[in-house]
């Protein structure tokens, strides 16, 4: 699995995926993430990547032409690849949303910035417009962090044990994960369930989606309506 990002501020991920099993998959080759400088696909002395929205109003907007030449570019040299521009105004990206493009072997994600990119880059050059969730970010650099580190662990042997990843939040059939203890088993007059340390193996597994169930309905209730209707 190959990520190419395409941003204005490529310095940002110096940092964000050097650590965890996202940095140790980058590190045995089992996904690659490319950084690309929308920069680079200006032809001004000024690298321009915005201008101001058509029909006045506040902020800038990022312009089409460069975001067209770096993903064309960016399939030209190394292939096709899927494209999702990264927006406040996308569908909602969730668990099933990873899952289904983790199946991709290559995706460009496009970070917008600033008020908004023009709508062309929308309607003619992203195969879909993902949001990581209903509030406005800066820019699409934190969103795309997001994406790659949800994807990215689900590539198979990424994560050492892979059924720690079909035993999730939002991964057996809508439901939150259950609540989880370790040792000790008494802290300051808090007990772990008993259940959890009696050996019982199929009794432990009735509880956890018992508890699994209580905890989504009281955290989050309308994971349960959905999967009543």
């Known amino acids: 699995m190959t990520f190419e ?7 940002f991920f110096r ?3 050097e650590f965890g099993v996202v ?9 690659e993430v490319k950084i690309n400088n929308l920069r680079d696909w200006t032809h001004d002395p000024h690298k321009t990547v915005d201008d101001r929205p058509f029909g ?6 990022l312009k089409c032409e ?17 494209v999702i521009l990264l927006s406040a105004q996308g569908r ?23 008020e908004g990119v023009d709508e062309r880059v929308a309607e003619h050059l992203a195969d879909e417009e993902l949001s990581v969730g ?11 962090a997001v994406v790659v580190d949800s994807i990215g662990r689900l590539i198979p042997g990424v994560v050492g044990n892979a059924d720690s990843t079909q035993f999730e939040s939002f991964s057996e059939e809508g439901l939150l994960d259950c609540p989880h203890w370790t040792r000790p088993a008494e802290f300051r007059g808090w007990k772990a369930p008993e259940v959890l340390a009696g050996g019982n193996h199929a009794g432990i597994r009735e509880w956890r989606r ?4 209580e905890k989504t309905r009281r955290m989050r209730p309308d994971l349960l309506d959905r999967g009543n209707g």
Do not use: N
């Open 23 to 31: 940095g140790k998959a980058i590190e045995f080759g089992l996904i």
């Open 56 to 61: 006045g109003g506040e902020g800038m907007v």
């Open 210 to 213: 018992m508890a699994a169930e």
């Open 134 to 144: 209903d509030y406005v970010l800066s820019g699409g650099e934190l969103a795309a």
């Open 92 to 114: 909602k990206f969730d668990q099933a949303a990873a899952r289904r493009l983790a199946a991709e072997a290559r995706i460009v994600l496009i970070c917008g910035r600033y």
């Open 66 to 82: 460069p975001l067209f030449d770096a993903v064309e570019s960016i399939a030209k040299e190394r292939g096709p690849a899927r």
């Open 15 to 17: 940092g964000p995926f």
């Open 5 to 11: 990002i395409v941003t204005i501020f490529p310095e």
